[in-house]
């Protein structure tokens, strides 16, 4: 099962009433969404040393250790800047991805709980903790959350998808059939999803859809497909 999980780096200086925007923590920043670490954190570290609460310095250095694959800091880094500013929504989402990252899906559950009691319209939070509940094998719940994505943000085609692809898991083959095929009209590129759905056909006794479904998603490049096709097809 292939995961996608939302990742928003970097936040830009917008309101310095509220966020230190020190000179350090400018250049830090900037030299971060440049891909320049060294030098990003060098400043991101000057701007912690003259305001030792800048929550924002401190993510801006997690994000950094996240993208270099340095889980153990990046979660040190997100700890500083949730104690420096414990509402930091971002921080608790973002650790939660290295929580996930590292096996610890409850912990990642934990800190998306804290994320949608912040923020509860934050539709991403539902949809990630749905997948971090489908990783300890809580499906149910997994599928709840994604159908609370939904409702926030119905335009978005991966949680359709998943909640289809979970449901074929429960059996709910007619169920899965509606998402998916939502999924393919919101998001035509996830080649997957034809191939789950033509599975969704031939369980429910509609052989000729499921194959053509089958082809579909070999013509879009799903290796899977194949293995359809020889079972079902022939």
């Not at 319209?121 to 539902?126: A, D, L, M, Q, V």
């Given at each position: 099962?292939?995961?996608?999980?939302?990742?928003?780096?970097?936040?830009?200086?917008?309101?310095?009433?509220?966020?230190?925007?020190?000179?350090?923590?400018?250049?830090?920043?900037?030299?971060?969404?440049?891909?320049?670490?060294?030098?990003?954190?060098?400043?991101?570290?000057?701007?912690?040393?003259?305001?030792?609460?800048?929550?924002?310095?401190?993510?801006?250095?997690g994000s950094v250790a996240l993208l270099n694959g340095?889980?153990?800091?990046?979660?040190?880094?997100?700890?500083?800047?949730?104690?420096?500013?414990?509402?930091?929504?971002?921080?608790?989402?973002?650790?939660?991805?290295?929580?996930?990252?590292?096996?610890?899906?409850?912990?990642?559950?934990?800190?998306?709980?804290?994320?949608?009691?912040?923020?509860?319209?934050?539709?991403?939070?539902?949809?990630?903790?749905?997948?971090?509940?489908?990783?300890?094998?809580?499906?149910?719940?997994?599928?709840?959350?994604?159908?609370?994505?939904?409702?926030?943000?119905?335009?978005?085609?991966?949680?359709?998808?998943?909640?289809?692809?979970?449901?074929?898991?429960?059996?709910?083959?007619?169920?899965?059939?509606?998402?998916?095929?939502?999924?393919?009209?919101?998001?035509?590129?996830?080649?997957?999803?034809?191939?789950?759905?033509g599975y969704c056909e031939y369980m429910l006794g509609?052989?000729?859809?499921?194959?053509?479904?089958?082809?579909?998603?070999?013509?879009?490049?799903?290796?899977?497909?194949?293995?359809?096709?020889?079972?079902?097809?022939?």
């Open positions: 099962m292939r995961y996608i999980l939302f990742l928003t780096i970097l936040i830009g200086c917008k309101q310095p009433q509220s966020q230190p925007c020190d000179d350090h923590y400018i250049k830090g920043h900037n030299y971060a969404l440049n891909f320049d670490f060294v030098n990003a954190d060098n400043e991101l570290d000057s701007a912690i040393r003259q305001s030792p609460n800048n929550a924002f310095a401190y993510y801006d250095k340095k889980f153990d800091k990046a979660l040190k880094e997100y700890d500083s800047a949730i104690a420096s500013k414990p509402d930091f929504v971002f921080g608790y989402f973002h650790r939660a991805t290295v929580y996930a990252i590292m096996g610890e899906h409850k912990m990642a559950i934990e800190d998306l709980n804290k994320v949608i009691n912040l923020k509860p319209e934050f539709f991403y939070s539902y949809y990630t903790r749905g997948v971090y509940l489908h990783a300890l094998g809580d499906i149910a719940a997994s599928i709840a959350d994604f159908t609370k994505s939904i409702e926030l943000n119905p335009q978005y085609g991966n949680a359709y998808y998943y909640r289809g692809v979970f449901n074929i898991e429960l059996k709910n083959y007619q169920v899965a059939l509606v998402d998916l095929t939502k999924s393919i009209e919101l998001n035509t590129d996830n080649v997957a999803a034809n191939t789950y759905k509609e052989k000729d859809k499921a194959c053509a479904d089958f082809n579909r998603g070999k013509e879009l490049g799903d290796s899977k497909a194949n293995f359809y096709i020889d079972k079902y097809c022939k």
